[in-house]
């Protein structure tokens, strides 16, 4: 994989995966640039790719706001406008009863999650294609997308969503030579890895909790050059846990 020189963009990079996967591009020679909600959490993930490689671009965002967005690529293309690769990283839950869940929160959850991966995944394209290199955005959905737990409606459809506006857009940025994918995450510890308990792991067909590296790690492989005959697809890392068949005794 060789991404020197090349222009990669990760949502959501002010901590868990979303920095793991910064700081996965910095290490490979990338030029990342980072977008966050949250103005100290964006500075710190800042300080860190400062150690690994060039010096980032931060650009604090709100993907709720469609005009946020599109301030900020707005401002990317006034500043030479390149990007090879997208990582639609951002999101948010709302962890509450369906009898409770109030318009507003769904609303939200919805803006952030969905409509705001198809802003960036829109306006990302516009750059891709004037560059006239092509380019790979990578959608990061959920196992919940395929499976759920009670109280996740709205973290669930957005998810399922991102699923779905991931093939949609595979055959509409083909053609402009823009490939795009999704992650699937399952169980991915951002926290004390060290504190999971034996049970934790061995519930996992492959033995383990997952970790940000495992999701860094697919991001590198869909959106490295060479992997141009892999768009529309979902690749799930869930450690096994969605072909595990689970009952109750």
Sequence with gaps: MTF?????????AGGGIGRNVAL?????????????????????TSALVRREGPEPVSRTVDLSDPASIEACFASLRDNGGRLDALINNAGLGAWKSVYELSVEEWDYVMNTNLRG???????????????????AI???????????????????????????LT???ALSLGPDGILVNAISPGWIENGDYGS?????????????????????RACLYLTDPANDFVTGTNLVIDGGMTRKMIYEE
Excluded at 25 to 38: F, P, W
Excluded at 144 to 163: F, H, Q, T, V, W
């Design 117 to 135: 991966t198809f802003l960036c995944a829109r306006e990302a394209a516009k750059l891709m294609k004037a560059g006239g290199r092509g380019g």
């Design 167 to 169: 093939h949609a857009l």
């Design 4 to 12: 020197g020189n090349r222009h990669v963009m990760i949502t959501g």
């Design 196 to 216: 999971l308990r034996p049970v934790d792991h061995a519930q996992h067909p492959a033995q383990r909790v997952g970790k940000p590296d495992d999701i860094s």
């Design 24 to 44: 996965a591009y910095a290490r490979q020679g990338a030029n990342v640039i980072l977008v966050d909600r949250n103005a100290e959490s964006l500075e710190r």
């Design 138 to 164: 990578v959608n990061i959905a959920s196992t919940r997308a395929l499976m759920s737990e009670p109280n996740s409606e709205a973290y669930a459809a957005s998810k399922g969503g991102i699923l779905s």
